[in-house]
């Protein structure tokens, strides 16, 4: 359900501004050559959990017909060897066109492409990439990125991402338990923590790690990693998320 909820929040037109500060590159490794996000998820004893990678950037200056649109989609299915159950959906109007193609890469990651343009009232216009992954974790979550990245290169050379890693903690985590979860995740990135902590069944902090390059637009060493939980009374489960640059939605 989590995820149909978000599969159609990402093609809302009304989403598009979401990703356009999206961050996630590193500028130094963590500590025995592991993404710095699963370094700090392992800190705390969390094991499993699902990666969500995010990205969103413009890619033209300009308005994009639908028949070019869906060549570049071809193009990027092709290099992403992504197989797909369905034909792509797309649609245009004067104003408006899209591609959207939704499978699974050779690995069994679960990714959705879309592609969508849009003219304004005075001629200009811009045409936008997106891309949402669904990941069990991986060996190599650095070479993951690569490959997305190098698959994207005919649209853009340098794509924004985000990340996040998501899991459950059975019960209620009480207030010093999630404390200690977010000082061994922040130890562990060399995390100095800016803002936030507990507020009983649920708490977030914000921080600055040295393992991520700034957030594009705020101001050096300001936030670009957050830590969040939240319990679930339903399904007696606390659900943890940590994410770079920041957490745009919890649960």
Known sequence: ??????????????????????????????PVGEHPIIAGWK????????????GWSIIDERFTPLSVLQKKARTLQRRLRLQTDFPPYSGEEPAFAFV?????????????????SVRQADGTGETHCGLMGFVVPVADLRHYLRRLERALVPLKKDFPFKLAIRGEWQGRLSEDQAGELAEKIFTRMRAEVLSGGPAGASGRWQAHSPYFRPESGLEKGGVNMEF???????????????????????F
Not at 2 to 26: A, M, Q, T, V
Not at 101 to 111: A, E, I, K, Q, R
Not at 242 to 248: A, F, N, S, V, W
């Open 43 to 54: 800190a705390a004893g969390l094991a499993g959990g699902e990666i969500e990678i995010e």
């Open 228 to 250: 969040a939980y939240w319990y679930d009374p339903g399904e007696n489960t606390t659900q943890l998320i940590l994410g770079t640059p920041l957490i745009p939605y919890i």
């Open 100 to 116: 959207n193609l939704d499978g699974h890469l050779p690995d069994g990651s679960h990714v959705i492409l879309t592609l969508q």
């Open 1 to 30: 359900m989590l995820k149909g909820f978000f599969y159609r929040l990402f093609f809302s037109f009304s989403f598009l501004l979401l990703f356009s500060l999206n961050h996630i590159d590193y500028v130094s490794p963590a």
